[in-house]
């Protein structure tokens, strides 16, 4: 499964989003176990003030000091779940979205040991969870809520996985995830994907 993953994200081509936004990256880690490879989520502490409540993967803005992206995902990453970049391997990266906070979010794939320790930053987190990588694969596990973005009804998906509902950007990465390496072909018609809508959405935040 790993190796079918990592062959399909080194031969997809690296899209761009055509946006003029501050950038940000996350990391999408995911266990080496041979038979049964796991995700790693975060969610989010109640107590913040974006993102609240929220299930995520380790991620953040990138710093003025950051010498790349995968530099972003790696130091957030170890901020936020104590995980060293030792112990991540690199797979490849998804396609980039823009979140609704007016960032460009550029996701990270990366391999880390299953036995490898992970502690939450209890001033970001509430607590660190895993789910298999094999649940996402079930089509039963995907469903749709829809939104209205700027007189548009759209279907955007979403998973519950035991207590948690895992939705919004995360959810995007991981149908991303499934259609690059494992041809899982989900539609999905998220409106800022589209360059002009993305325009419109970060004006009306700053307005």
């Not at 460009?104 to 298999?132: C, H, M, Y």
């Not at 759209?154 to 035991?162: G, R």
Request: charged share 25%; proline share 8%; net charge negative.
């Amino acid at each position: 499964m790993i190796n079918k993953l990592y062959k399909a994200l080194t031969n997809n081509p690296e899209s761009e989003l055509a946006v003029d936004l501050p950038e940000a990256a996350v990391l999408l880690p995911i266990t080496d176990h041979p038979r049964n490879p796991e995700i790693i989520f975060t969610l989010r502490a109640a107590h913040l003030s974006t993102h609240s409540g929220e299930v995520a993967f380790p991620g953040g803005k990138r710093d003025e000091s950051d010498q790349s992206l995968w530099f972003t995902a790696l130091r957030e990453s170890y901020e936020e779940i104590n995980l060293t970049a030792d112990h991540v391997t690199p797979l490849g990266r998804l396609n980039p979205l823009a979140s609704r906070f007016g960032l460009k979010v550029v996701p990270f794939v990366g391999l880390i040991p299953s036995q490898v320790a992970l502690t939450p930053n209890l001033d970001e987190l509430d607590l660190i969870f895993r789910a298999p990588l094999a649940f996402f694969l079930e089509p039963r596990h995907l469903k749709f809520d829809q939104i209205e973005f700027f007189g548009e009804f759209y279907q955007i998906p979403y998973f519950c996985y035991e207590q948690f509902k895992i939705w919004g950007l995360t959810a995007l990465m991981l149908v991303d995830l499934l259609n690059i390496g494992f041809d899982a072909d989900i539609s999905c018609d998220w409106p800022q994907r589209d360059p002009e809508i993305i325009d419109k959405f970060v004006s009306m935040k700053n307005k």
